[in-house]
């Protein structure tokens, strides 16, 4: 018999059009649902995976007005008596400095070493008198001296060590030939960056609507050897660019190669050799496109313009010390401790309140109600406020719990909002979980001479805790995220909790405050970090729970 020449044979059968146009539409169709998941899939993943990345590895790029690197010996001009290092007391994370943060710690403009190394630690400032004093005025302060009125005038090197080393947060100088002294001792030496690169003001001023905003290290290095020949290489005006190096055998020259360039440095052609600030001043106003380094106090006193230099800082943000210290200065500096501790009271109260009436009212309305009008309307209703917008119900907690029961902004008020606000869920939750229990589960049950209560709470309830879970884990990964409806009601005080009546920041109120205020995008990607691994430990958990009871259940 001759076979259809519309058939296909596949396996040894012939399929017909309409199958093929089946199997097509089978595959079709798998083949999109595969898309869309992997899609879905990959979203999830990346923006998971970028804050975990930021929230663990801190990758900044930040301006500054001196070099990126910097050096421990510090010198005002060669051939000096006494070479300089700064040093700090052990406890600070600190390992280098500008010079700018060096004055200022030591006149007193910063009083706090939160502001350099995230640590709630008041600065205690050491000095020295004699000739290394006078040269550390010259290298640090470019105007007249003016120590912080607290600072302690120590006698000598090894007296300015033991000090800085047994008191925490201190800070001072000593001769470089006695840095050695420092191993063993609980103190250690600064780098400290000074040199700045400046130019001639029209390299700064805009061309076609764009300006020169800042260098890398790795652009510094190539115009001082010779590989860039004009501005507009750099996206600045179009002028040559003009080099300054000071005179070979000087400090500033000396310096600068060793932190700039990795090999010998070979001065290019185009180069003018300058001996002092002031000729690297009139050079830098002669020539439009000239560029020089020179040492920042310098390029104050002379009033030089200078070109911002990028500087990469990659270090580790989520350390133990941001989980385990308590916050201090709103949040700036310190930790999280004590705001976890909040957030994991409020998950702890929300769910003692919320679980055990979201699972009543989902018995009542599956077991008991009547399915009448009411229960529709009870049912809307539910689903109604499972879709009313957070700060509808931190209004809703701020007028009743603040205002009309006068319980105030505290960690009561903030949790019986919540409460309300995820109720809904839960009780749809639930609902869905107790209705997918057999039917025949029920008769059983009854007809070994149960009750109705004692069916529903001894067969029902605990076949359904494995959908009730669930319904409580979506309940807490909504709690958990929350901020809106807690800033009205629960407050902002970082402090641990004292109890239900005082103000508590919990982590999704904390990354938004920092994101608002613009204390630390870092600070704010390690908290959001620390809120997703809660929510990861708690669905672990839960699951593994949920999973053993299912097997002892059936």
């Known amino acids: 018999m001759k076979q259809d020449e519309n058939t296909v044979k596949r396996g040894g059968f012939a399929l017909s059009p309409h199958t093929r146009k089946v199997r097509l539409a089978e595959t ?28 663990f590895v801190s990758d900044l790029r930040i301006q500054h007005e001196v ?10 001009e060669q051939n000096v008596k006494d070479d ?43 000095l020295q008198d004699g000739n290394i004093r006078e040269e550390f005025e010259r290298v640090v302060f470019p105007d007249t001296p003016q120590f912080v009125e607290t600072a302690v005038v120590a006698d000598g090197d090894i007296q300015i060590i033991d000090s800085v080393a047994n008191t925490r947060g201190s800070i001072g100088f000593i001769s470089a030939a006695n840095v050695e002294l420092l191993s063993n001792t609980n103190s250690h030496a600064l780098y400290v960056r000074r040199i700045s690169v400046a130019v001639n003001i029209e390299v ?31 996206g600045a005006a179009d002028l040559p660019i003009e080099i300054a190096v000071f005179s070979e055998g000087s400090l500033v020259r000396s310096e600068f190669e060793s932190v ?18 002031s000729e690297l001043a009139q050079f830098l106003v002669q020539n439009p496109g000239a560029i020089g380094y020179v040492y920042y106090n310098d390029a104050i006193v002379y009033d030089l313009s200078l070109v911002y230099i990028e500087r990469r800082e990659t270090q580790l943000n989520l350390d133990p010390a941001f989980i385990l210290e308590a916050p201090r200065r709103a949040g700036r500096v310190g930790g ?75 960690l009561l008020s903030g949790t019986l909002t919540i409460t309300f606000m995820i109720l809904p869920t ?63 009601t629960m407050g902002s005080d970082y402090r641990l909790a004292r109890d239900f009546l005082s103000s508590a920041r919990v982590l999704s109120v904390h990354l938004y405050i920092l ?36 097997r002892m259940h059936g």
């Not at 993943?45 to 929230?55: A, T």
């Not at 890398?216 to 050897?225: A, P, R, V």
């Not at 608002?516 to 958990?541: D, K, M, P, Y």
């Open 28 to 55: 079709t169709a798998k083949l999109t649902l595969w898309i869309a998941a992997g899609i879905t899939m990959g979203t999830l993943f990346i923006i998971i995976g970028y804050i975990l990345f930021r929230g």
């Open 67 to 76: 070099l990126p690197v910097g050096s421990k010996v510090l010198a005002y």
């Open 84 to 126: 300089i290092v700064v040093i700090a007391n052990g406890d600070i994370r600190a390992t280098e400095l500008t010079i700018t943060e060096v004055t200022e710690l030591f006149n007193g403009e910063i009083d706090n070493w939160g502001e350099i190394s995230e640590q709630d630690i008041d600065v205690r400032v050491f």
């Open 204 to 234: 700064l001023n805009p061309t076609n609507g764009i300006r020169l905003r800042y260098l890398t290290g790795e652009q510094i290095e190539n115009i001082f050897l010779g590989k860039y020949r004009n501005w507009s290489e750099l």
């Open 260 to 277: 700039l360039f990795k090999s010998e440095y070979i001065l290019p052609d185009n180069a003018s050799v300058v001996a002092n600030p």
């Open 336 to 410: 999280i401790s004590t705001i976890i501790l909040n957030t994991l009271f409020m998950i702890f109260l929300t769910l003692l309140l919320a679980g055990p009436i979201g699972v009543a009212a989902a018995v009542y309305l599956t077991e008991y109600a009547k399915q009448n009008r009411m229960n529709e309307i009870l049912r809307f209703g539910t689903e109604t406020l499972a879709g009313i917008p957070s700060i509808i119900f931190g209004l809703f907690g701020f007028i009743l719990f603040v205002m009309y029961l006068d319980i105030g902004v505290g």
């Open 426 to 488: 839960i009780i749809r939750a639930s609902e869905e979980a107790i209705k997918s229990v057999p039917q025949a589960m029920r008769e059983s049950s009854l007809a070994l001479g149960a009750t109705k209560w004692q069916t529903v709470v001894r067969v029902v309830v605990p076949a359904a805790i494995p959908g009730i879970m669930t319904g409580l884990i979506l309940a807490i990964g909504r709690a958990v995220g929350e901020t809106a409806a807690l800033l009205f």
């Open 515 to 550: 994101v608002r205020e613009g204390i630390s995008f870092e600070r704010a990607f390690a908290t959001g970090t620390i809120l997703i691994i809660i929510i990861l430990l708690i669905n672990f958990v839960t699951n593994k729970l949920i999973g053993r009871m299912v």
